[in-house]
């Protein structure tokens, strides 16, 4: 299927230029770099099914949705996010895969400011207790992180997980009973790219006890949370995640997280030049500093 991007269809904040021009005369997401990808090379793919493949400007945008996505904290704007543009990126959230087809997901939308204290009170409680378990050189760090924007950003989103949805026994998840969970996590995934294609900021709140926050929202105890969103618009995003700023931890080289075969077998010669591949990537991201590393 088709989506056609209309400018009538593209969100932009108030008083922001429609223009997607950027810096050096490339196209892309408003305030950030090139996609990835050295200079004179492109995304061609010409050995894929043409019938199949999206083309390279479409998927050019996919990739670059998914690396210049951010946890969002410190950076919202009190402008208001338009139902249209809401609606939208809930749509692509409701479009995530599902065992057995079980949508399990409901997105609880949260804008009135006394919810949203009610919230943050239940979050500064377990962040106070979370701060007291790391060593003291992680909690000095940690004490100087902003983990949350819930009363800066204007629309909160709470995306729970109803097991019971479609009856006891589910298609896939016979043997695998937290196939529902993951679901959910992938409605929430699809969200996160979609509002960051829409230039919206999106933030992941997980510091809450559970029962606390259902008890704050209303949420029956039988209904999981599962992601606290913080969304809204963004005076910026960050070119690398902010915990990696911090110090807190390092990006992992993706050729030292791969198995062949069978867990933990390494380094057998078929591996050795997707390995090569991956690792030339990777450093050419650092290097040239398009894509967050």
Not at 9 to 33: I, M, N, V
Not at 38 to 52: K, L, Q, R, V, Y
Not at 97 to 110: A, K, T, Y
Request: charged share 20%; net charge negative.
């Amino acid at each position: 299927m088709h989506w056609p991007l209309t400018r009538v269809g593209k969100a932009h904040r108030p008083g922001e230029s429609e223009s997607e021009d950027r810096p050096g005369g490339k196209k892309g997401l408003p305030g950030q770099a090139a996609a990835a990808f050295p200079e004179g090379e492109s995304m061609e793919n010409p050995g894929a099914p043409p019938a199949h493949a999206f083309s390279d400007a479409d998927r050019s945008a996919v990739y670059q949705a998914i690396f210049s996505r951010r946890d969002v904290r410190g950076q919202f704007l009190p402008d208001p996010v338009p139902d249209d543009v809401l609606g939208r990126v809930l749509l692509a959230a409701h479009h995530a895969p599902s065992v057995g087809f079980m949508q399990p997901w409901n997105f609880l939308i949260v804008r009135a400011p006394i919810v949203k204290q009610r919230v943050h009170d239940v979050f500064c409680t377990a962040n106070a207790e979370a701060e007291r378990m790391f060593p003291d050189e992680k909690r000095a760090i940690y004490s100087h992180l902003k983990l949350q924007g819930i009363v800066d950003s204007p629309v909160n989103l709470c995306v729970t997980c109803d097991r019971s949805r479609s009856g006891p026994v589910v298609l896939g998840r016979t043997h695998m009973p937290a196939m529902d969970l993951y679901s959910s996590v992938c409605a929430v995934q699809n969200l996160w790219l979609a509002a960051r294609a829409e230039g919206l900021g999106v933030g992941w709140v997980s510091i809450f006890h559970q029962q606390a926050l259902q008890d704050a929202l209303g949420i029956p105890h039988d209904i999981v949370p599962i992601a606290y969103l913080c969304v809204g618009w963004v005076s910026h995003f960050n070119d690398r995640p902010e915990l990696e700023k911090a110090g807190w931890l390092p990006r992992l080289a993706l050729a030292d997280l791969l198995y062949y075969e069978q867990w933990g077998e390494t380094r057998p010669a078929q591996a050795e030049p997707l390995s090569a591949a991956l690792t030339d990537l990777q450093t050419a991201i650092h290097q040239q500093g398009t894509f967050p590393a």
